[in-house]
């Protein structure tokens, strides 16, 4: 069904593609696996650290058989220069043309990470890394956390809901900002509310003011919802977003329309010490569940009692990170 595809954003996905690679997540978690990717190979570029995307990507890629490559920017690859037509007499020694059309060569797959810097973030929002690879490589494209998006993590969180309700249709997601003394990147709480639309789940996305998501990738959101059923609602209020939800997923992000200016974003973030997830703002909610995904700045984010409650989701979340990207690894390559 998605033999062949690049997985650089949910986007391209249908809801019954992408509950079909959470359903051969289930059954390869279950039965077992084999090694059908045996003589294959992944190379992984890595413009960023990492602990549970490196970990699980290489872990799935190798179970199934193939090997795995790790390389990290400016470390174990040139500087990359990505501007077509350029004079490369600065720092970048390649063009990022050439190295994915060397590392198409060598791999069956290409995974890149690559976050946003500190620059303006109309020109950060257009992931130009992960586009420039996906242009020229030959070979499908792995986006394992860019500028805008995180599929993986989102298909991963996504696996971890079912396994609790089933079917998410109609399910109660709060997408939740909390408090953090620095700019976390976006991408994870966009691709948890387009999982959210996709599957059509009623989400609420709760900021406070200065916080949106980028309106692009809320206008994808929104249109997702409408036509699959679901719904998307706002509010600063963290004890509104709470009451009633199936689960809480808490996450920190920068505000876009103060990038590339630190000052001025840590000042309005430091309005907001006390939004953080605790055990009175876990009552509120319909079934207790409680979803980041990691690294969490304990008793900052959350509670110590939230994320060690028999409720919490966060370390099986990490754990299906390994199982869907298995599934997703068979199912494009195989």
């Not at 043309?97 to 973030?121: F, G, M, P, Q, T």
Request: charged content about 25%; some cysteine.
């Amino acid at each position: 069904m998605i033999q062949g595809r690049d997985v650089v954003t949910l986007d391209t996905f249908s809801p019954d593609e992408i509950r079909y690679a959470i359903s051969r997540a289930h059954a390869m978690k279950r039965d077992g696996f084999g090694i059908p990717l045996q003589g294959r190979a992944l190379a992984m570029v890595f413009f960023n650290p990492s602990l549970r995307t490196r970990a699980s990507f290489a872990i799935a890629f190798s179970s199934l058989g193939g090997t795995v490559i790790d390389l990290t920017a400016e470390r174990d690859i040139w500087n990359l220069e990505l501007r077509d037509g350029a004079v490369m007499a600065g720092a970048a020694e390649e063009h990022v043309k050439d190295a994915a059309r060397v590392l198409s060569e060598y791999a069956d797959a290409i995974a890149i990470r690559s976050l946003a810097r500190h620059e303006d973030w109309a020109m950060e929002r257009r992931d130009l890394v992960l586009v420039s690879f996906q242009k020229h490589s030959s070979v499908p494209i792995f986006n394992m956390e860019s500028v805008l998006e995180h599929p993986c993590q989102a298909w991963g969180d996504a696996l971890t809901l079912e396994e609790e309700f089933g079917d998410l249709r109609g399910r109660k997601l709060a997408l939740t900002w909390v408090y953090s003394p620095t700019a976390r990147p976006i991408a994870v709480p966009h691709g948890a509310a387009l999982m959210a639309a996709k599957l059509g789940m009623n989400l609420t996305i709760c900021h406070p003011e200065g916080y949106d998501l980028d309106h692009g990738v809320l206008e994808v959101v929104q249109r997702n919802a409408r036509e699959n059923g679901g719904t998307v609602r706002f509010t600063p209020d963290l004890a509104d977003a709470a009451t009633g939800a199936h689960a809480i997923y808490a996450a920190s992000w920068g505000a876009t329309n103060l990038h590339g200016r630190p000052d001025e974003e840590r000042m309005l973030r430091n309005r907001h010490t006390d939004r953080r997830v605790t055990t009175d703002l876990m009552a509120r909610t319909q079934a207790g569940r409680f979803l980041h995904a990691m690294p969490i700045r304990r008793n900052v984010e959350v509670d110590d009692a939230v994320v060690d409650a028999p409720s919490s989701l966060v370390i099986r979340q990490a754990g299906n990170r390994l199982h869907i990207q298995r599934a997703l690894f068979a199912e494009v390559l195989a």
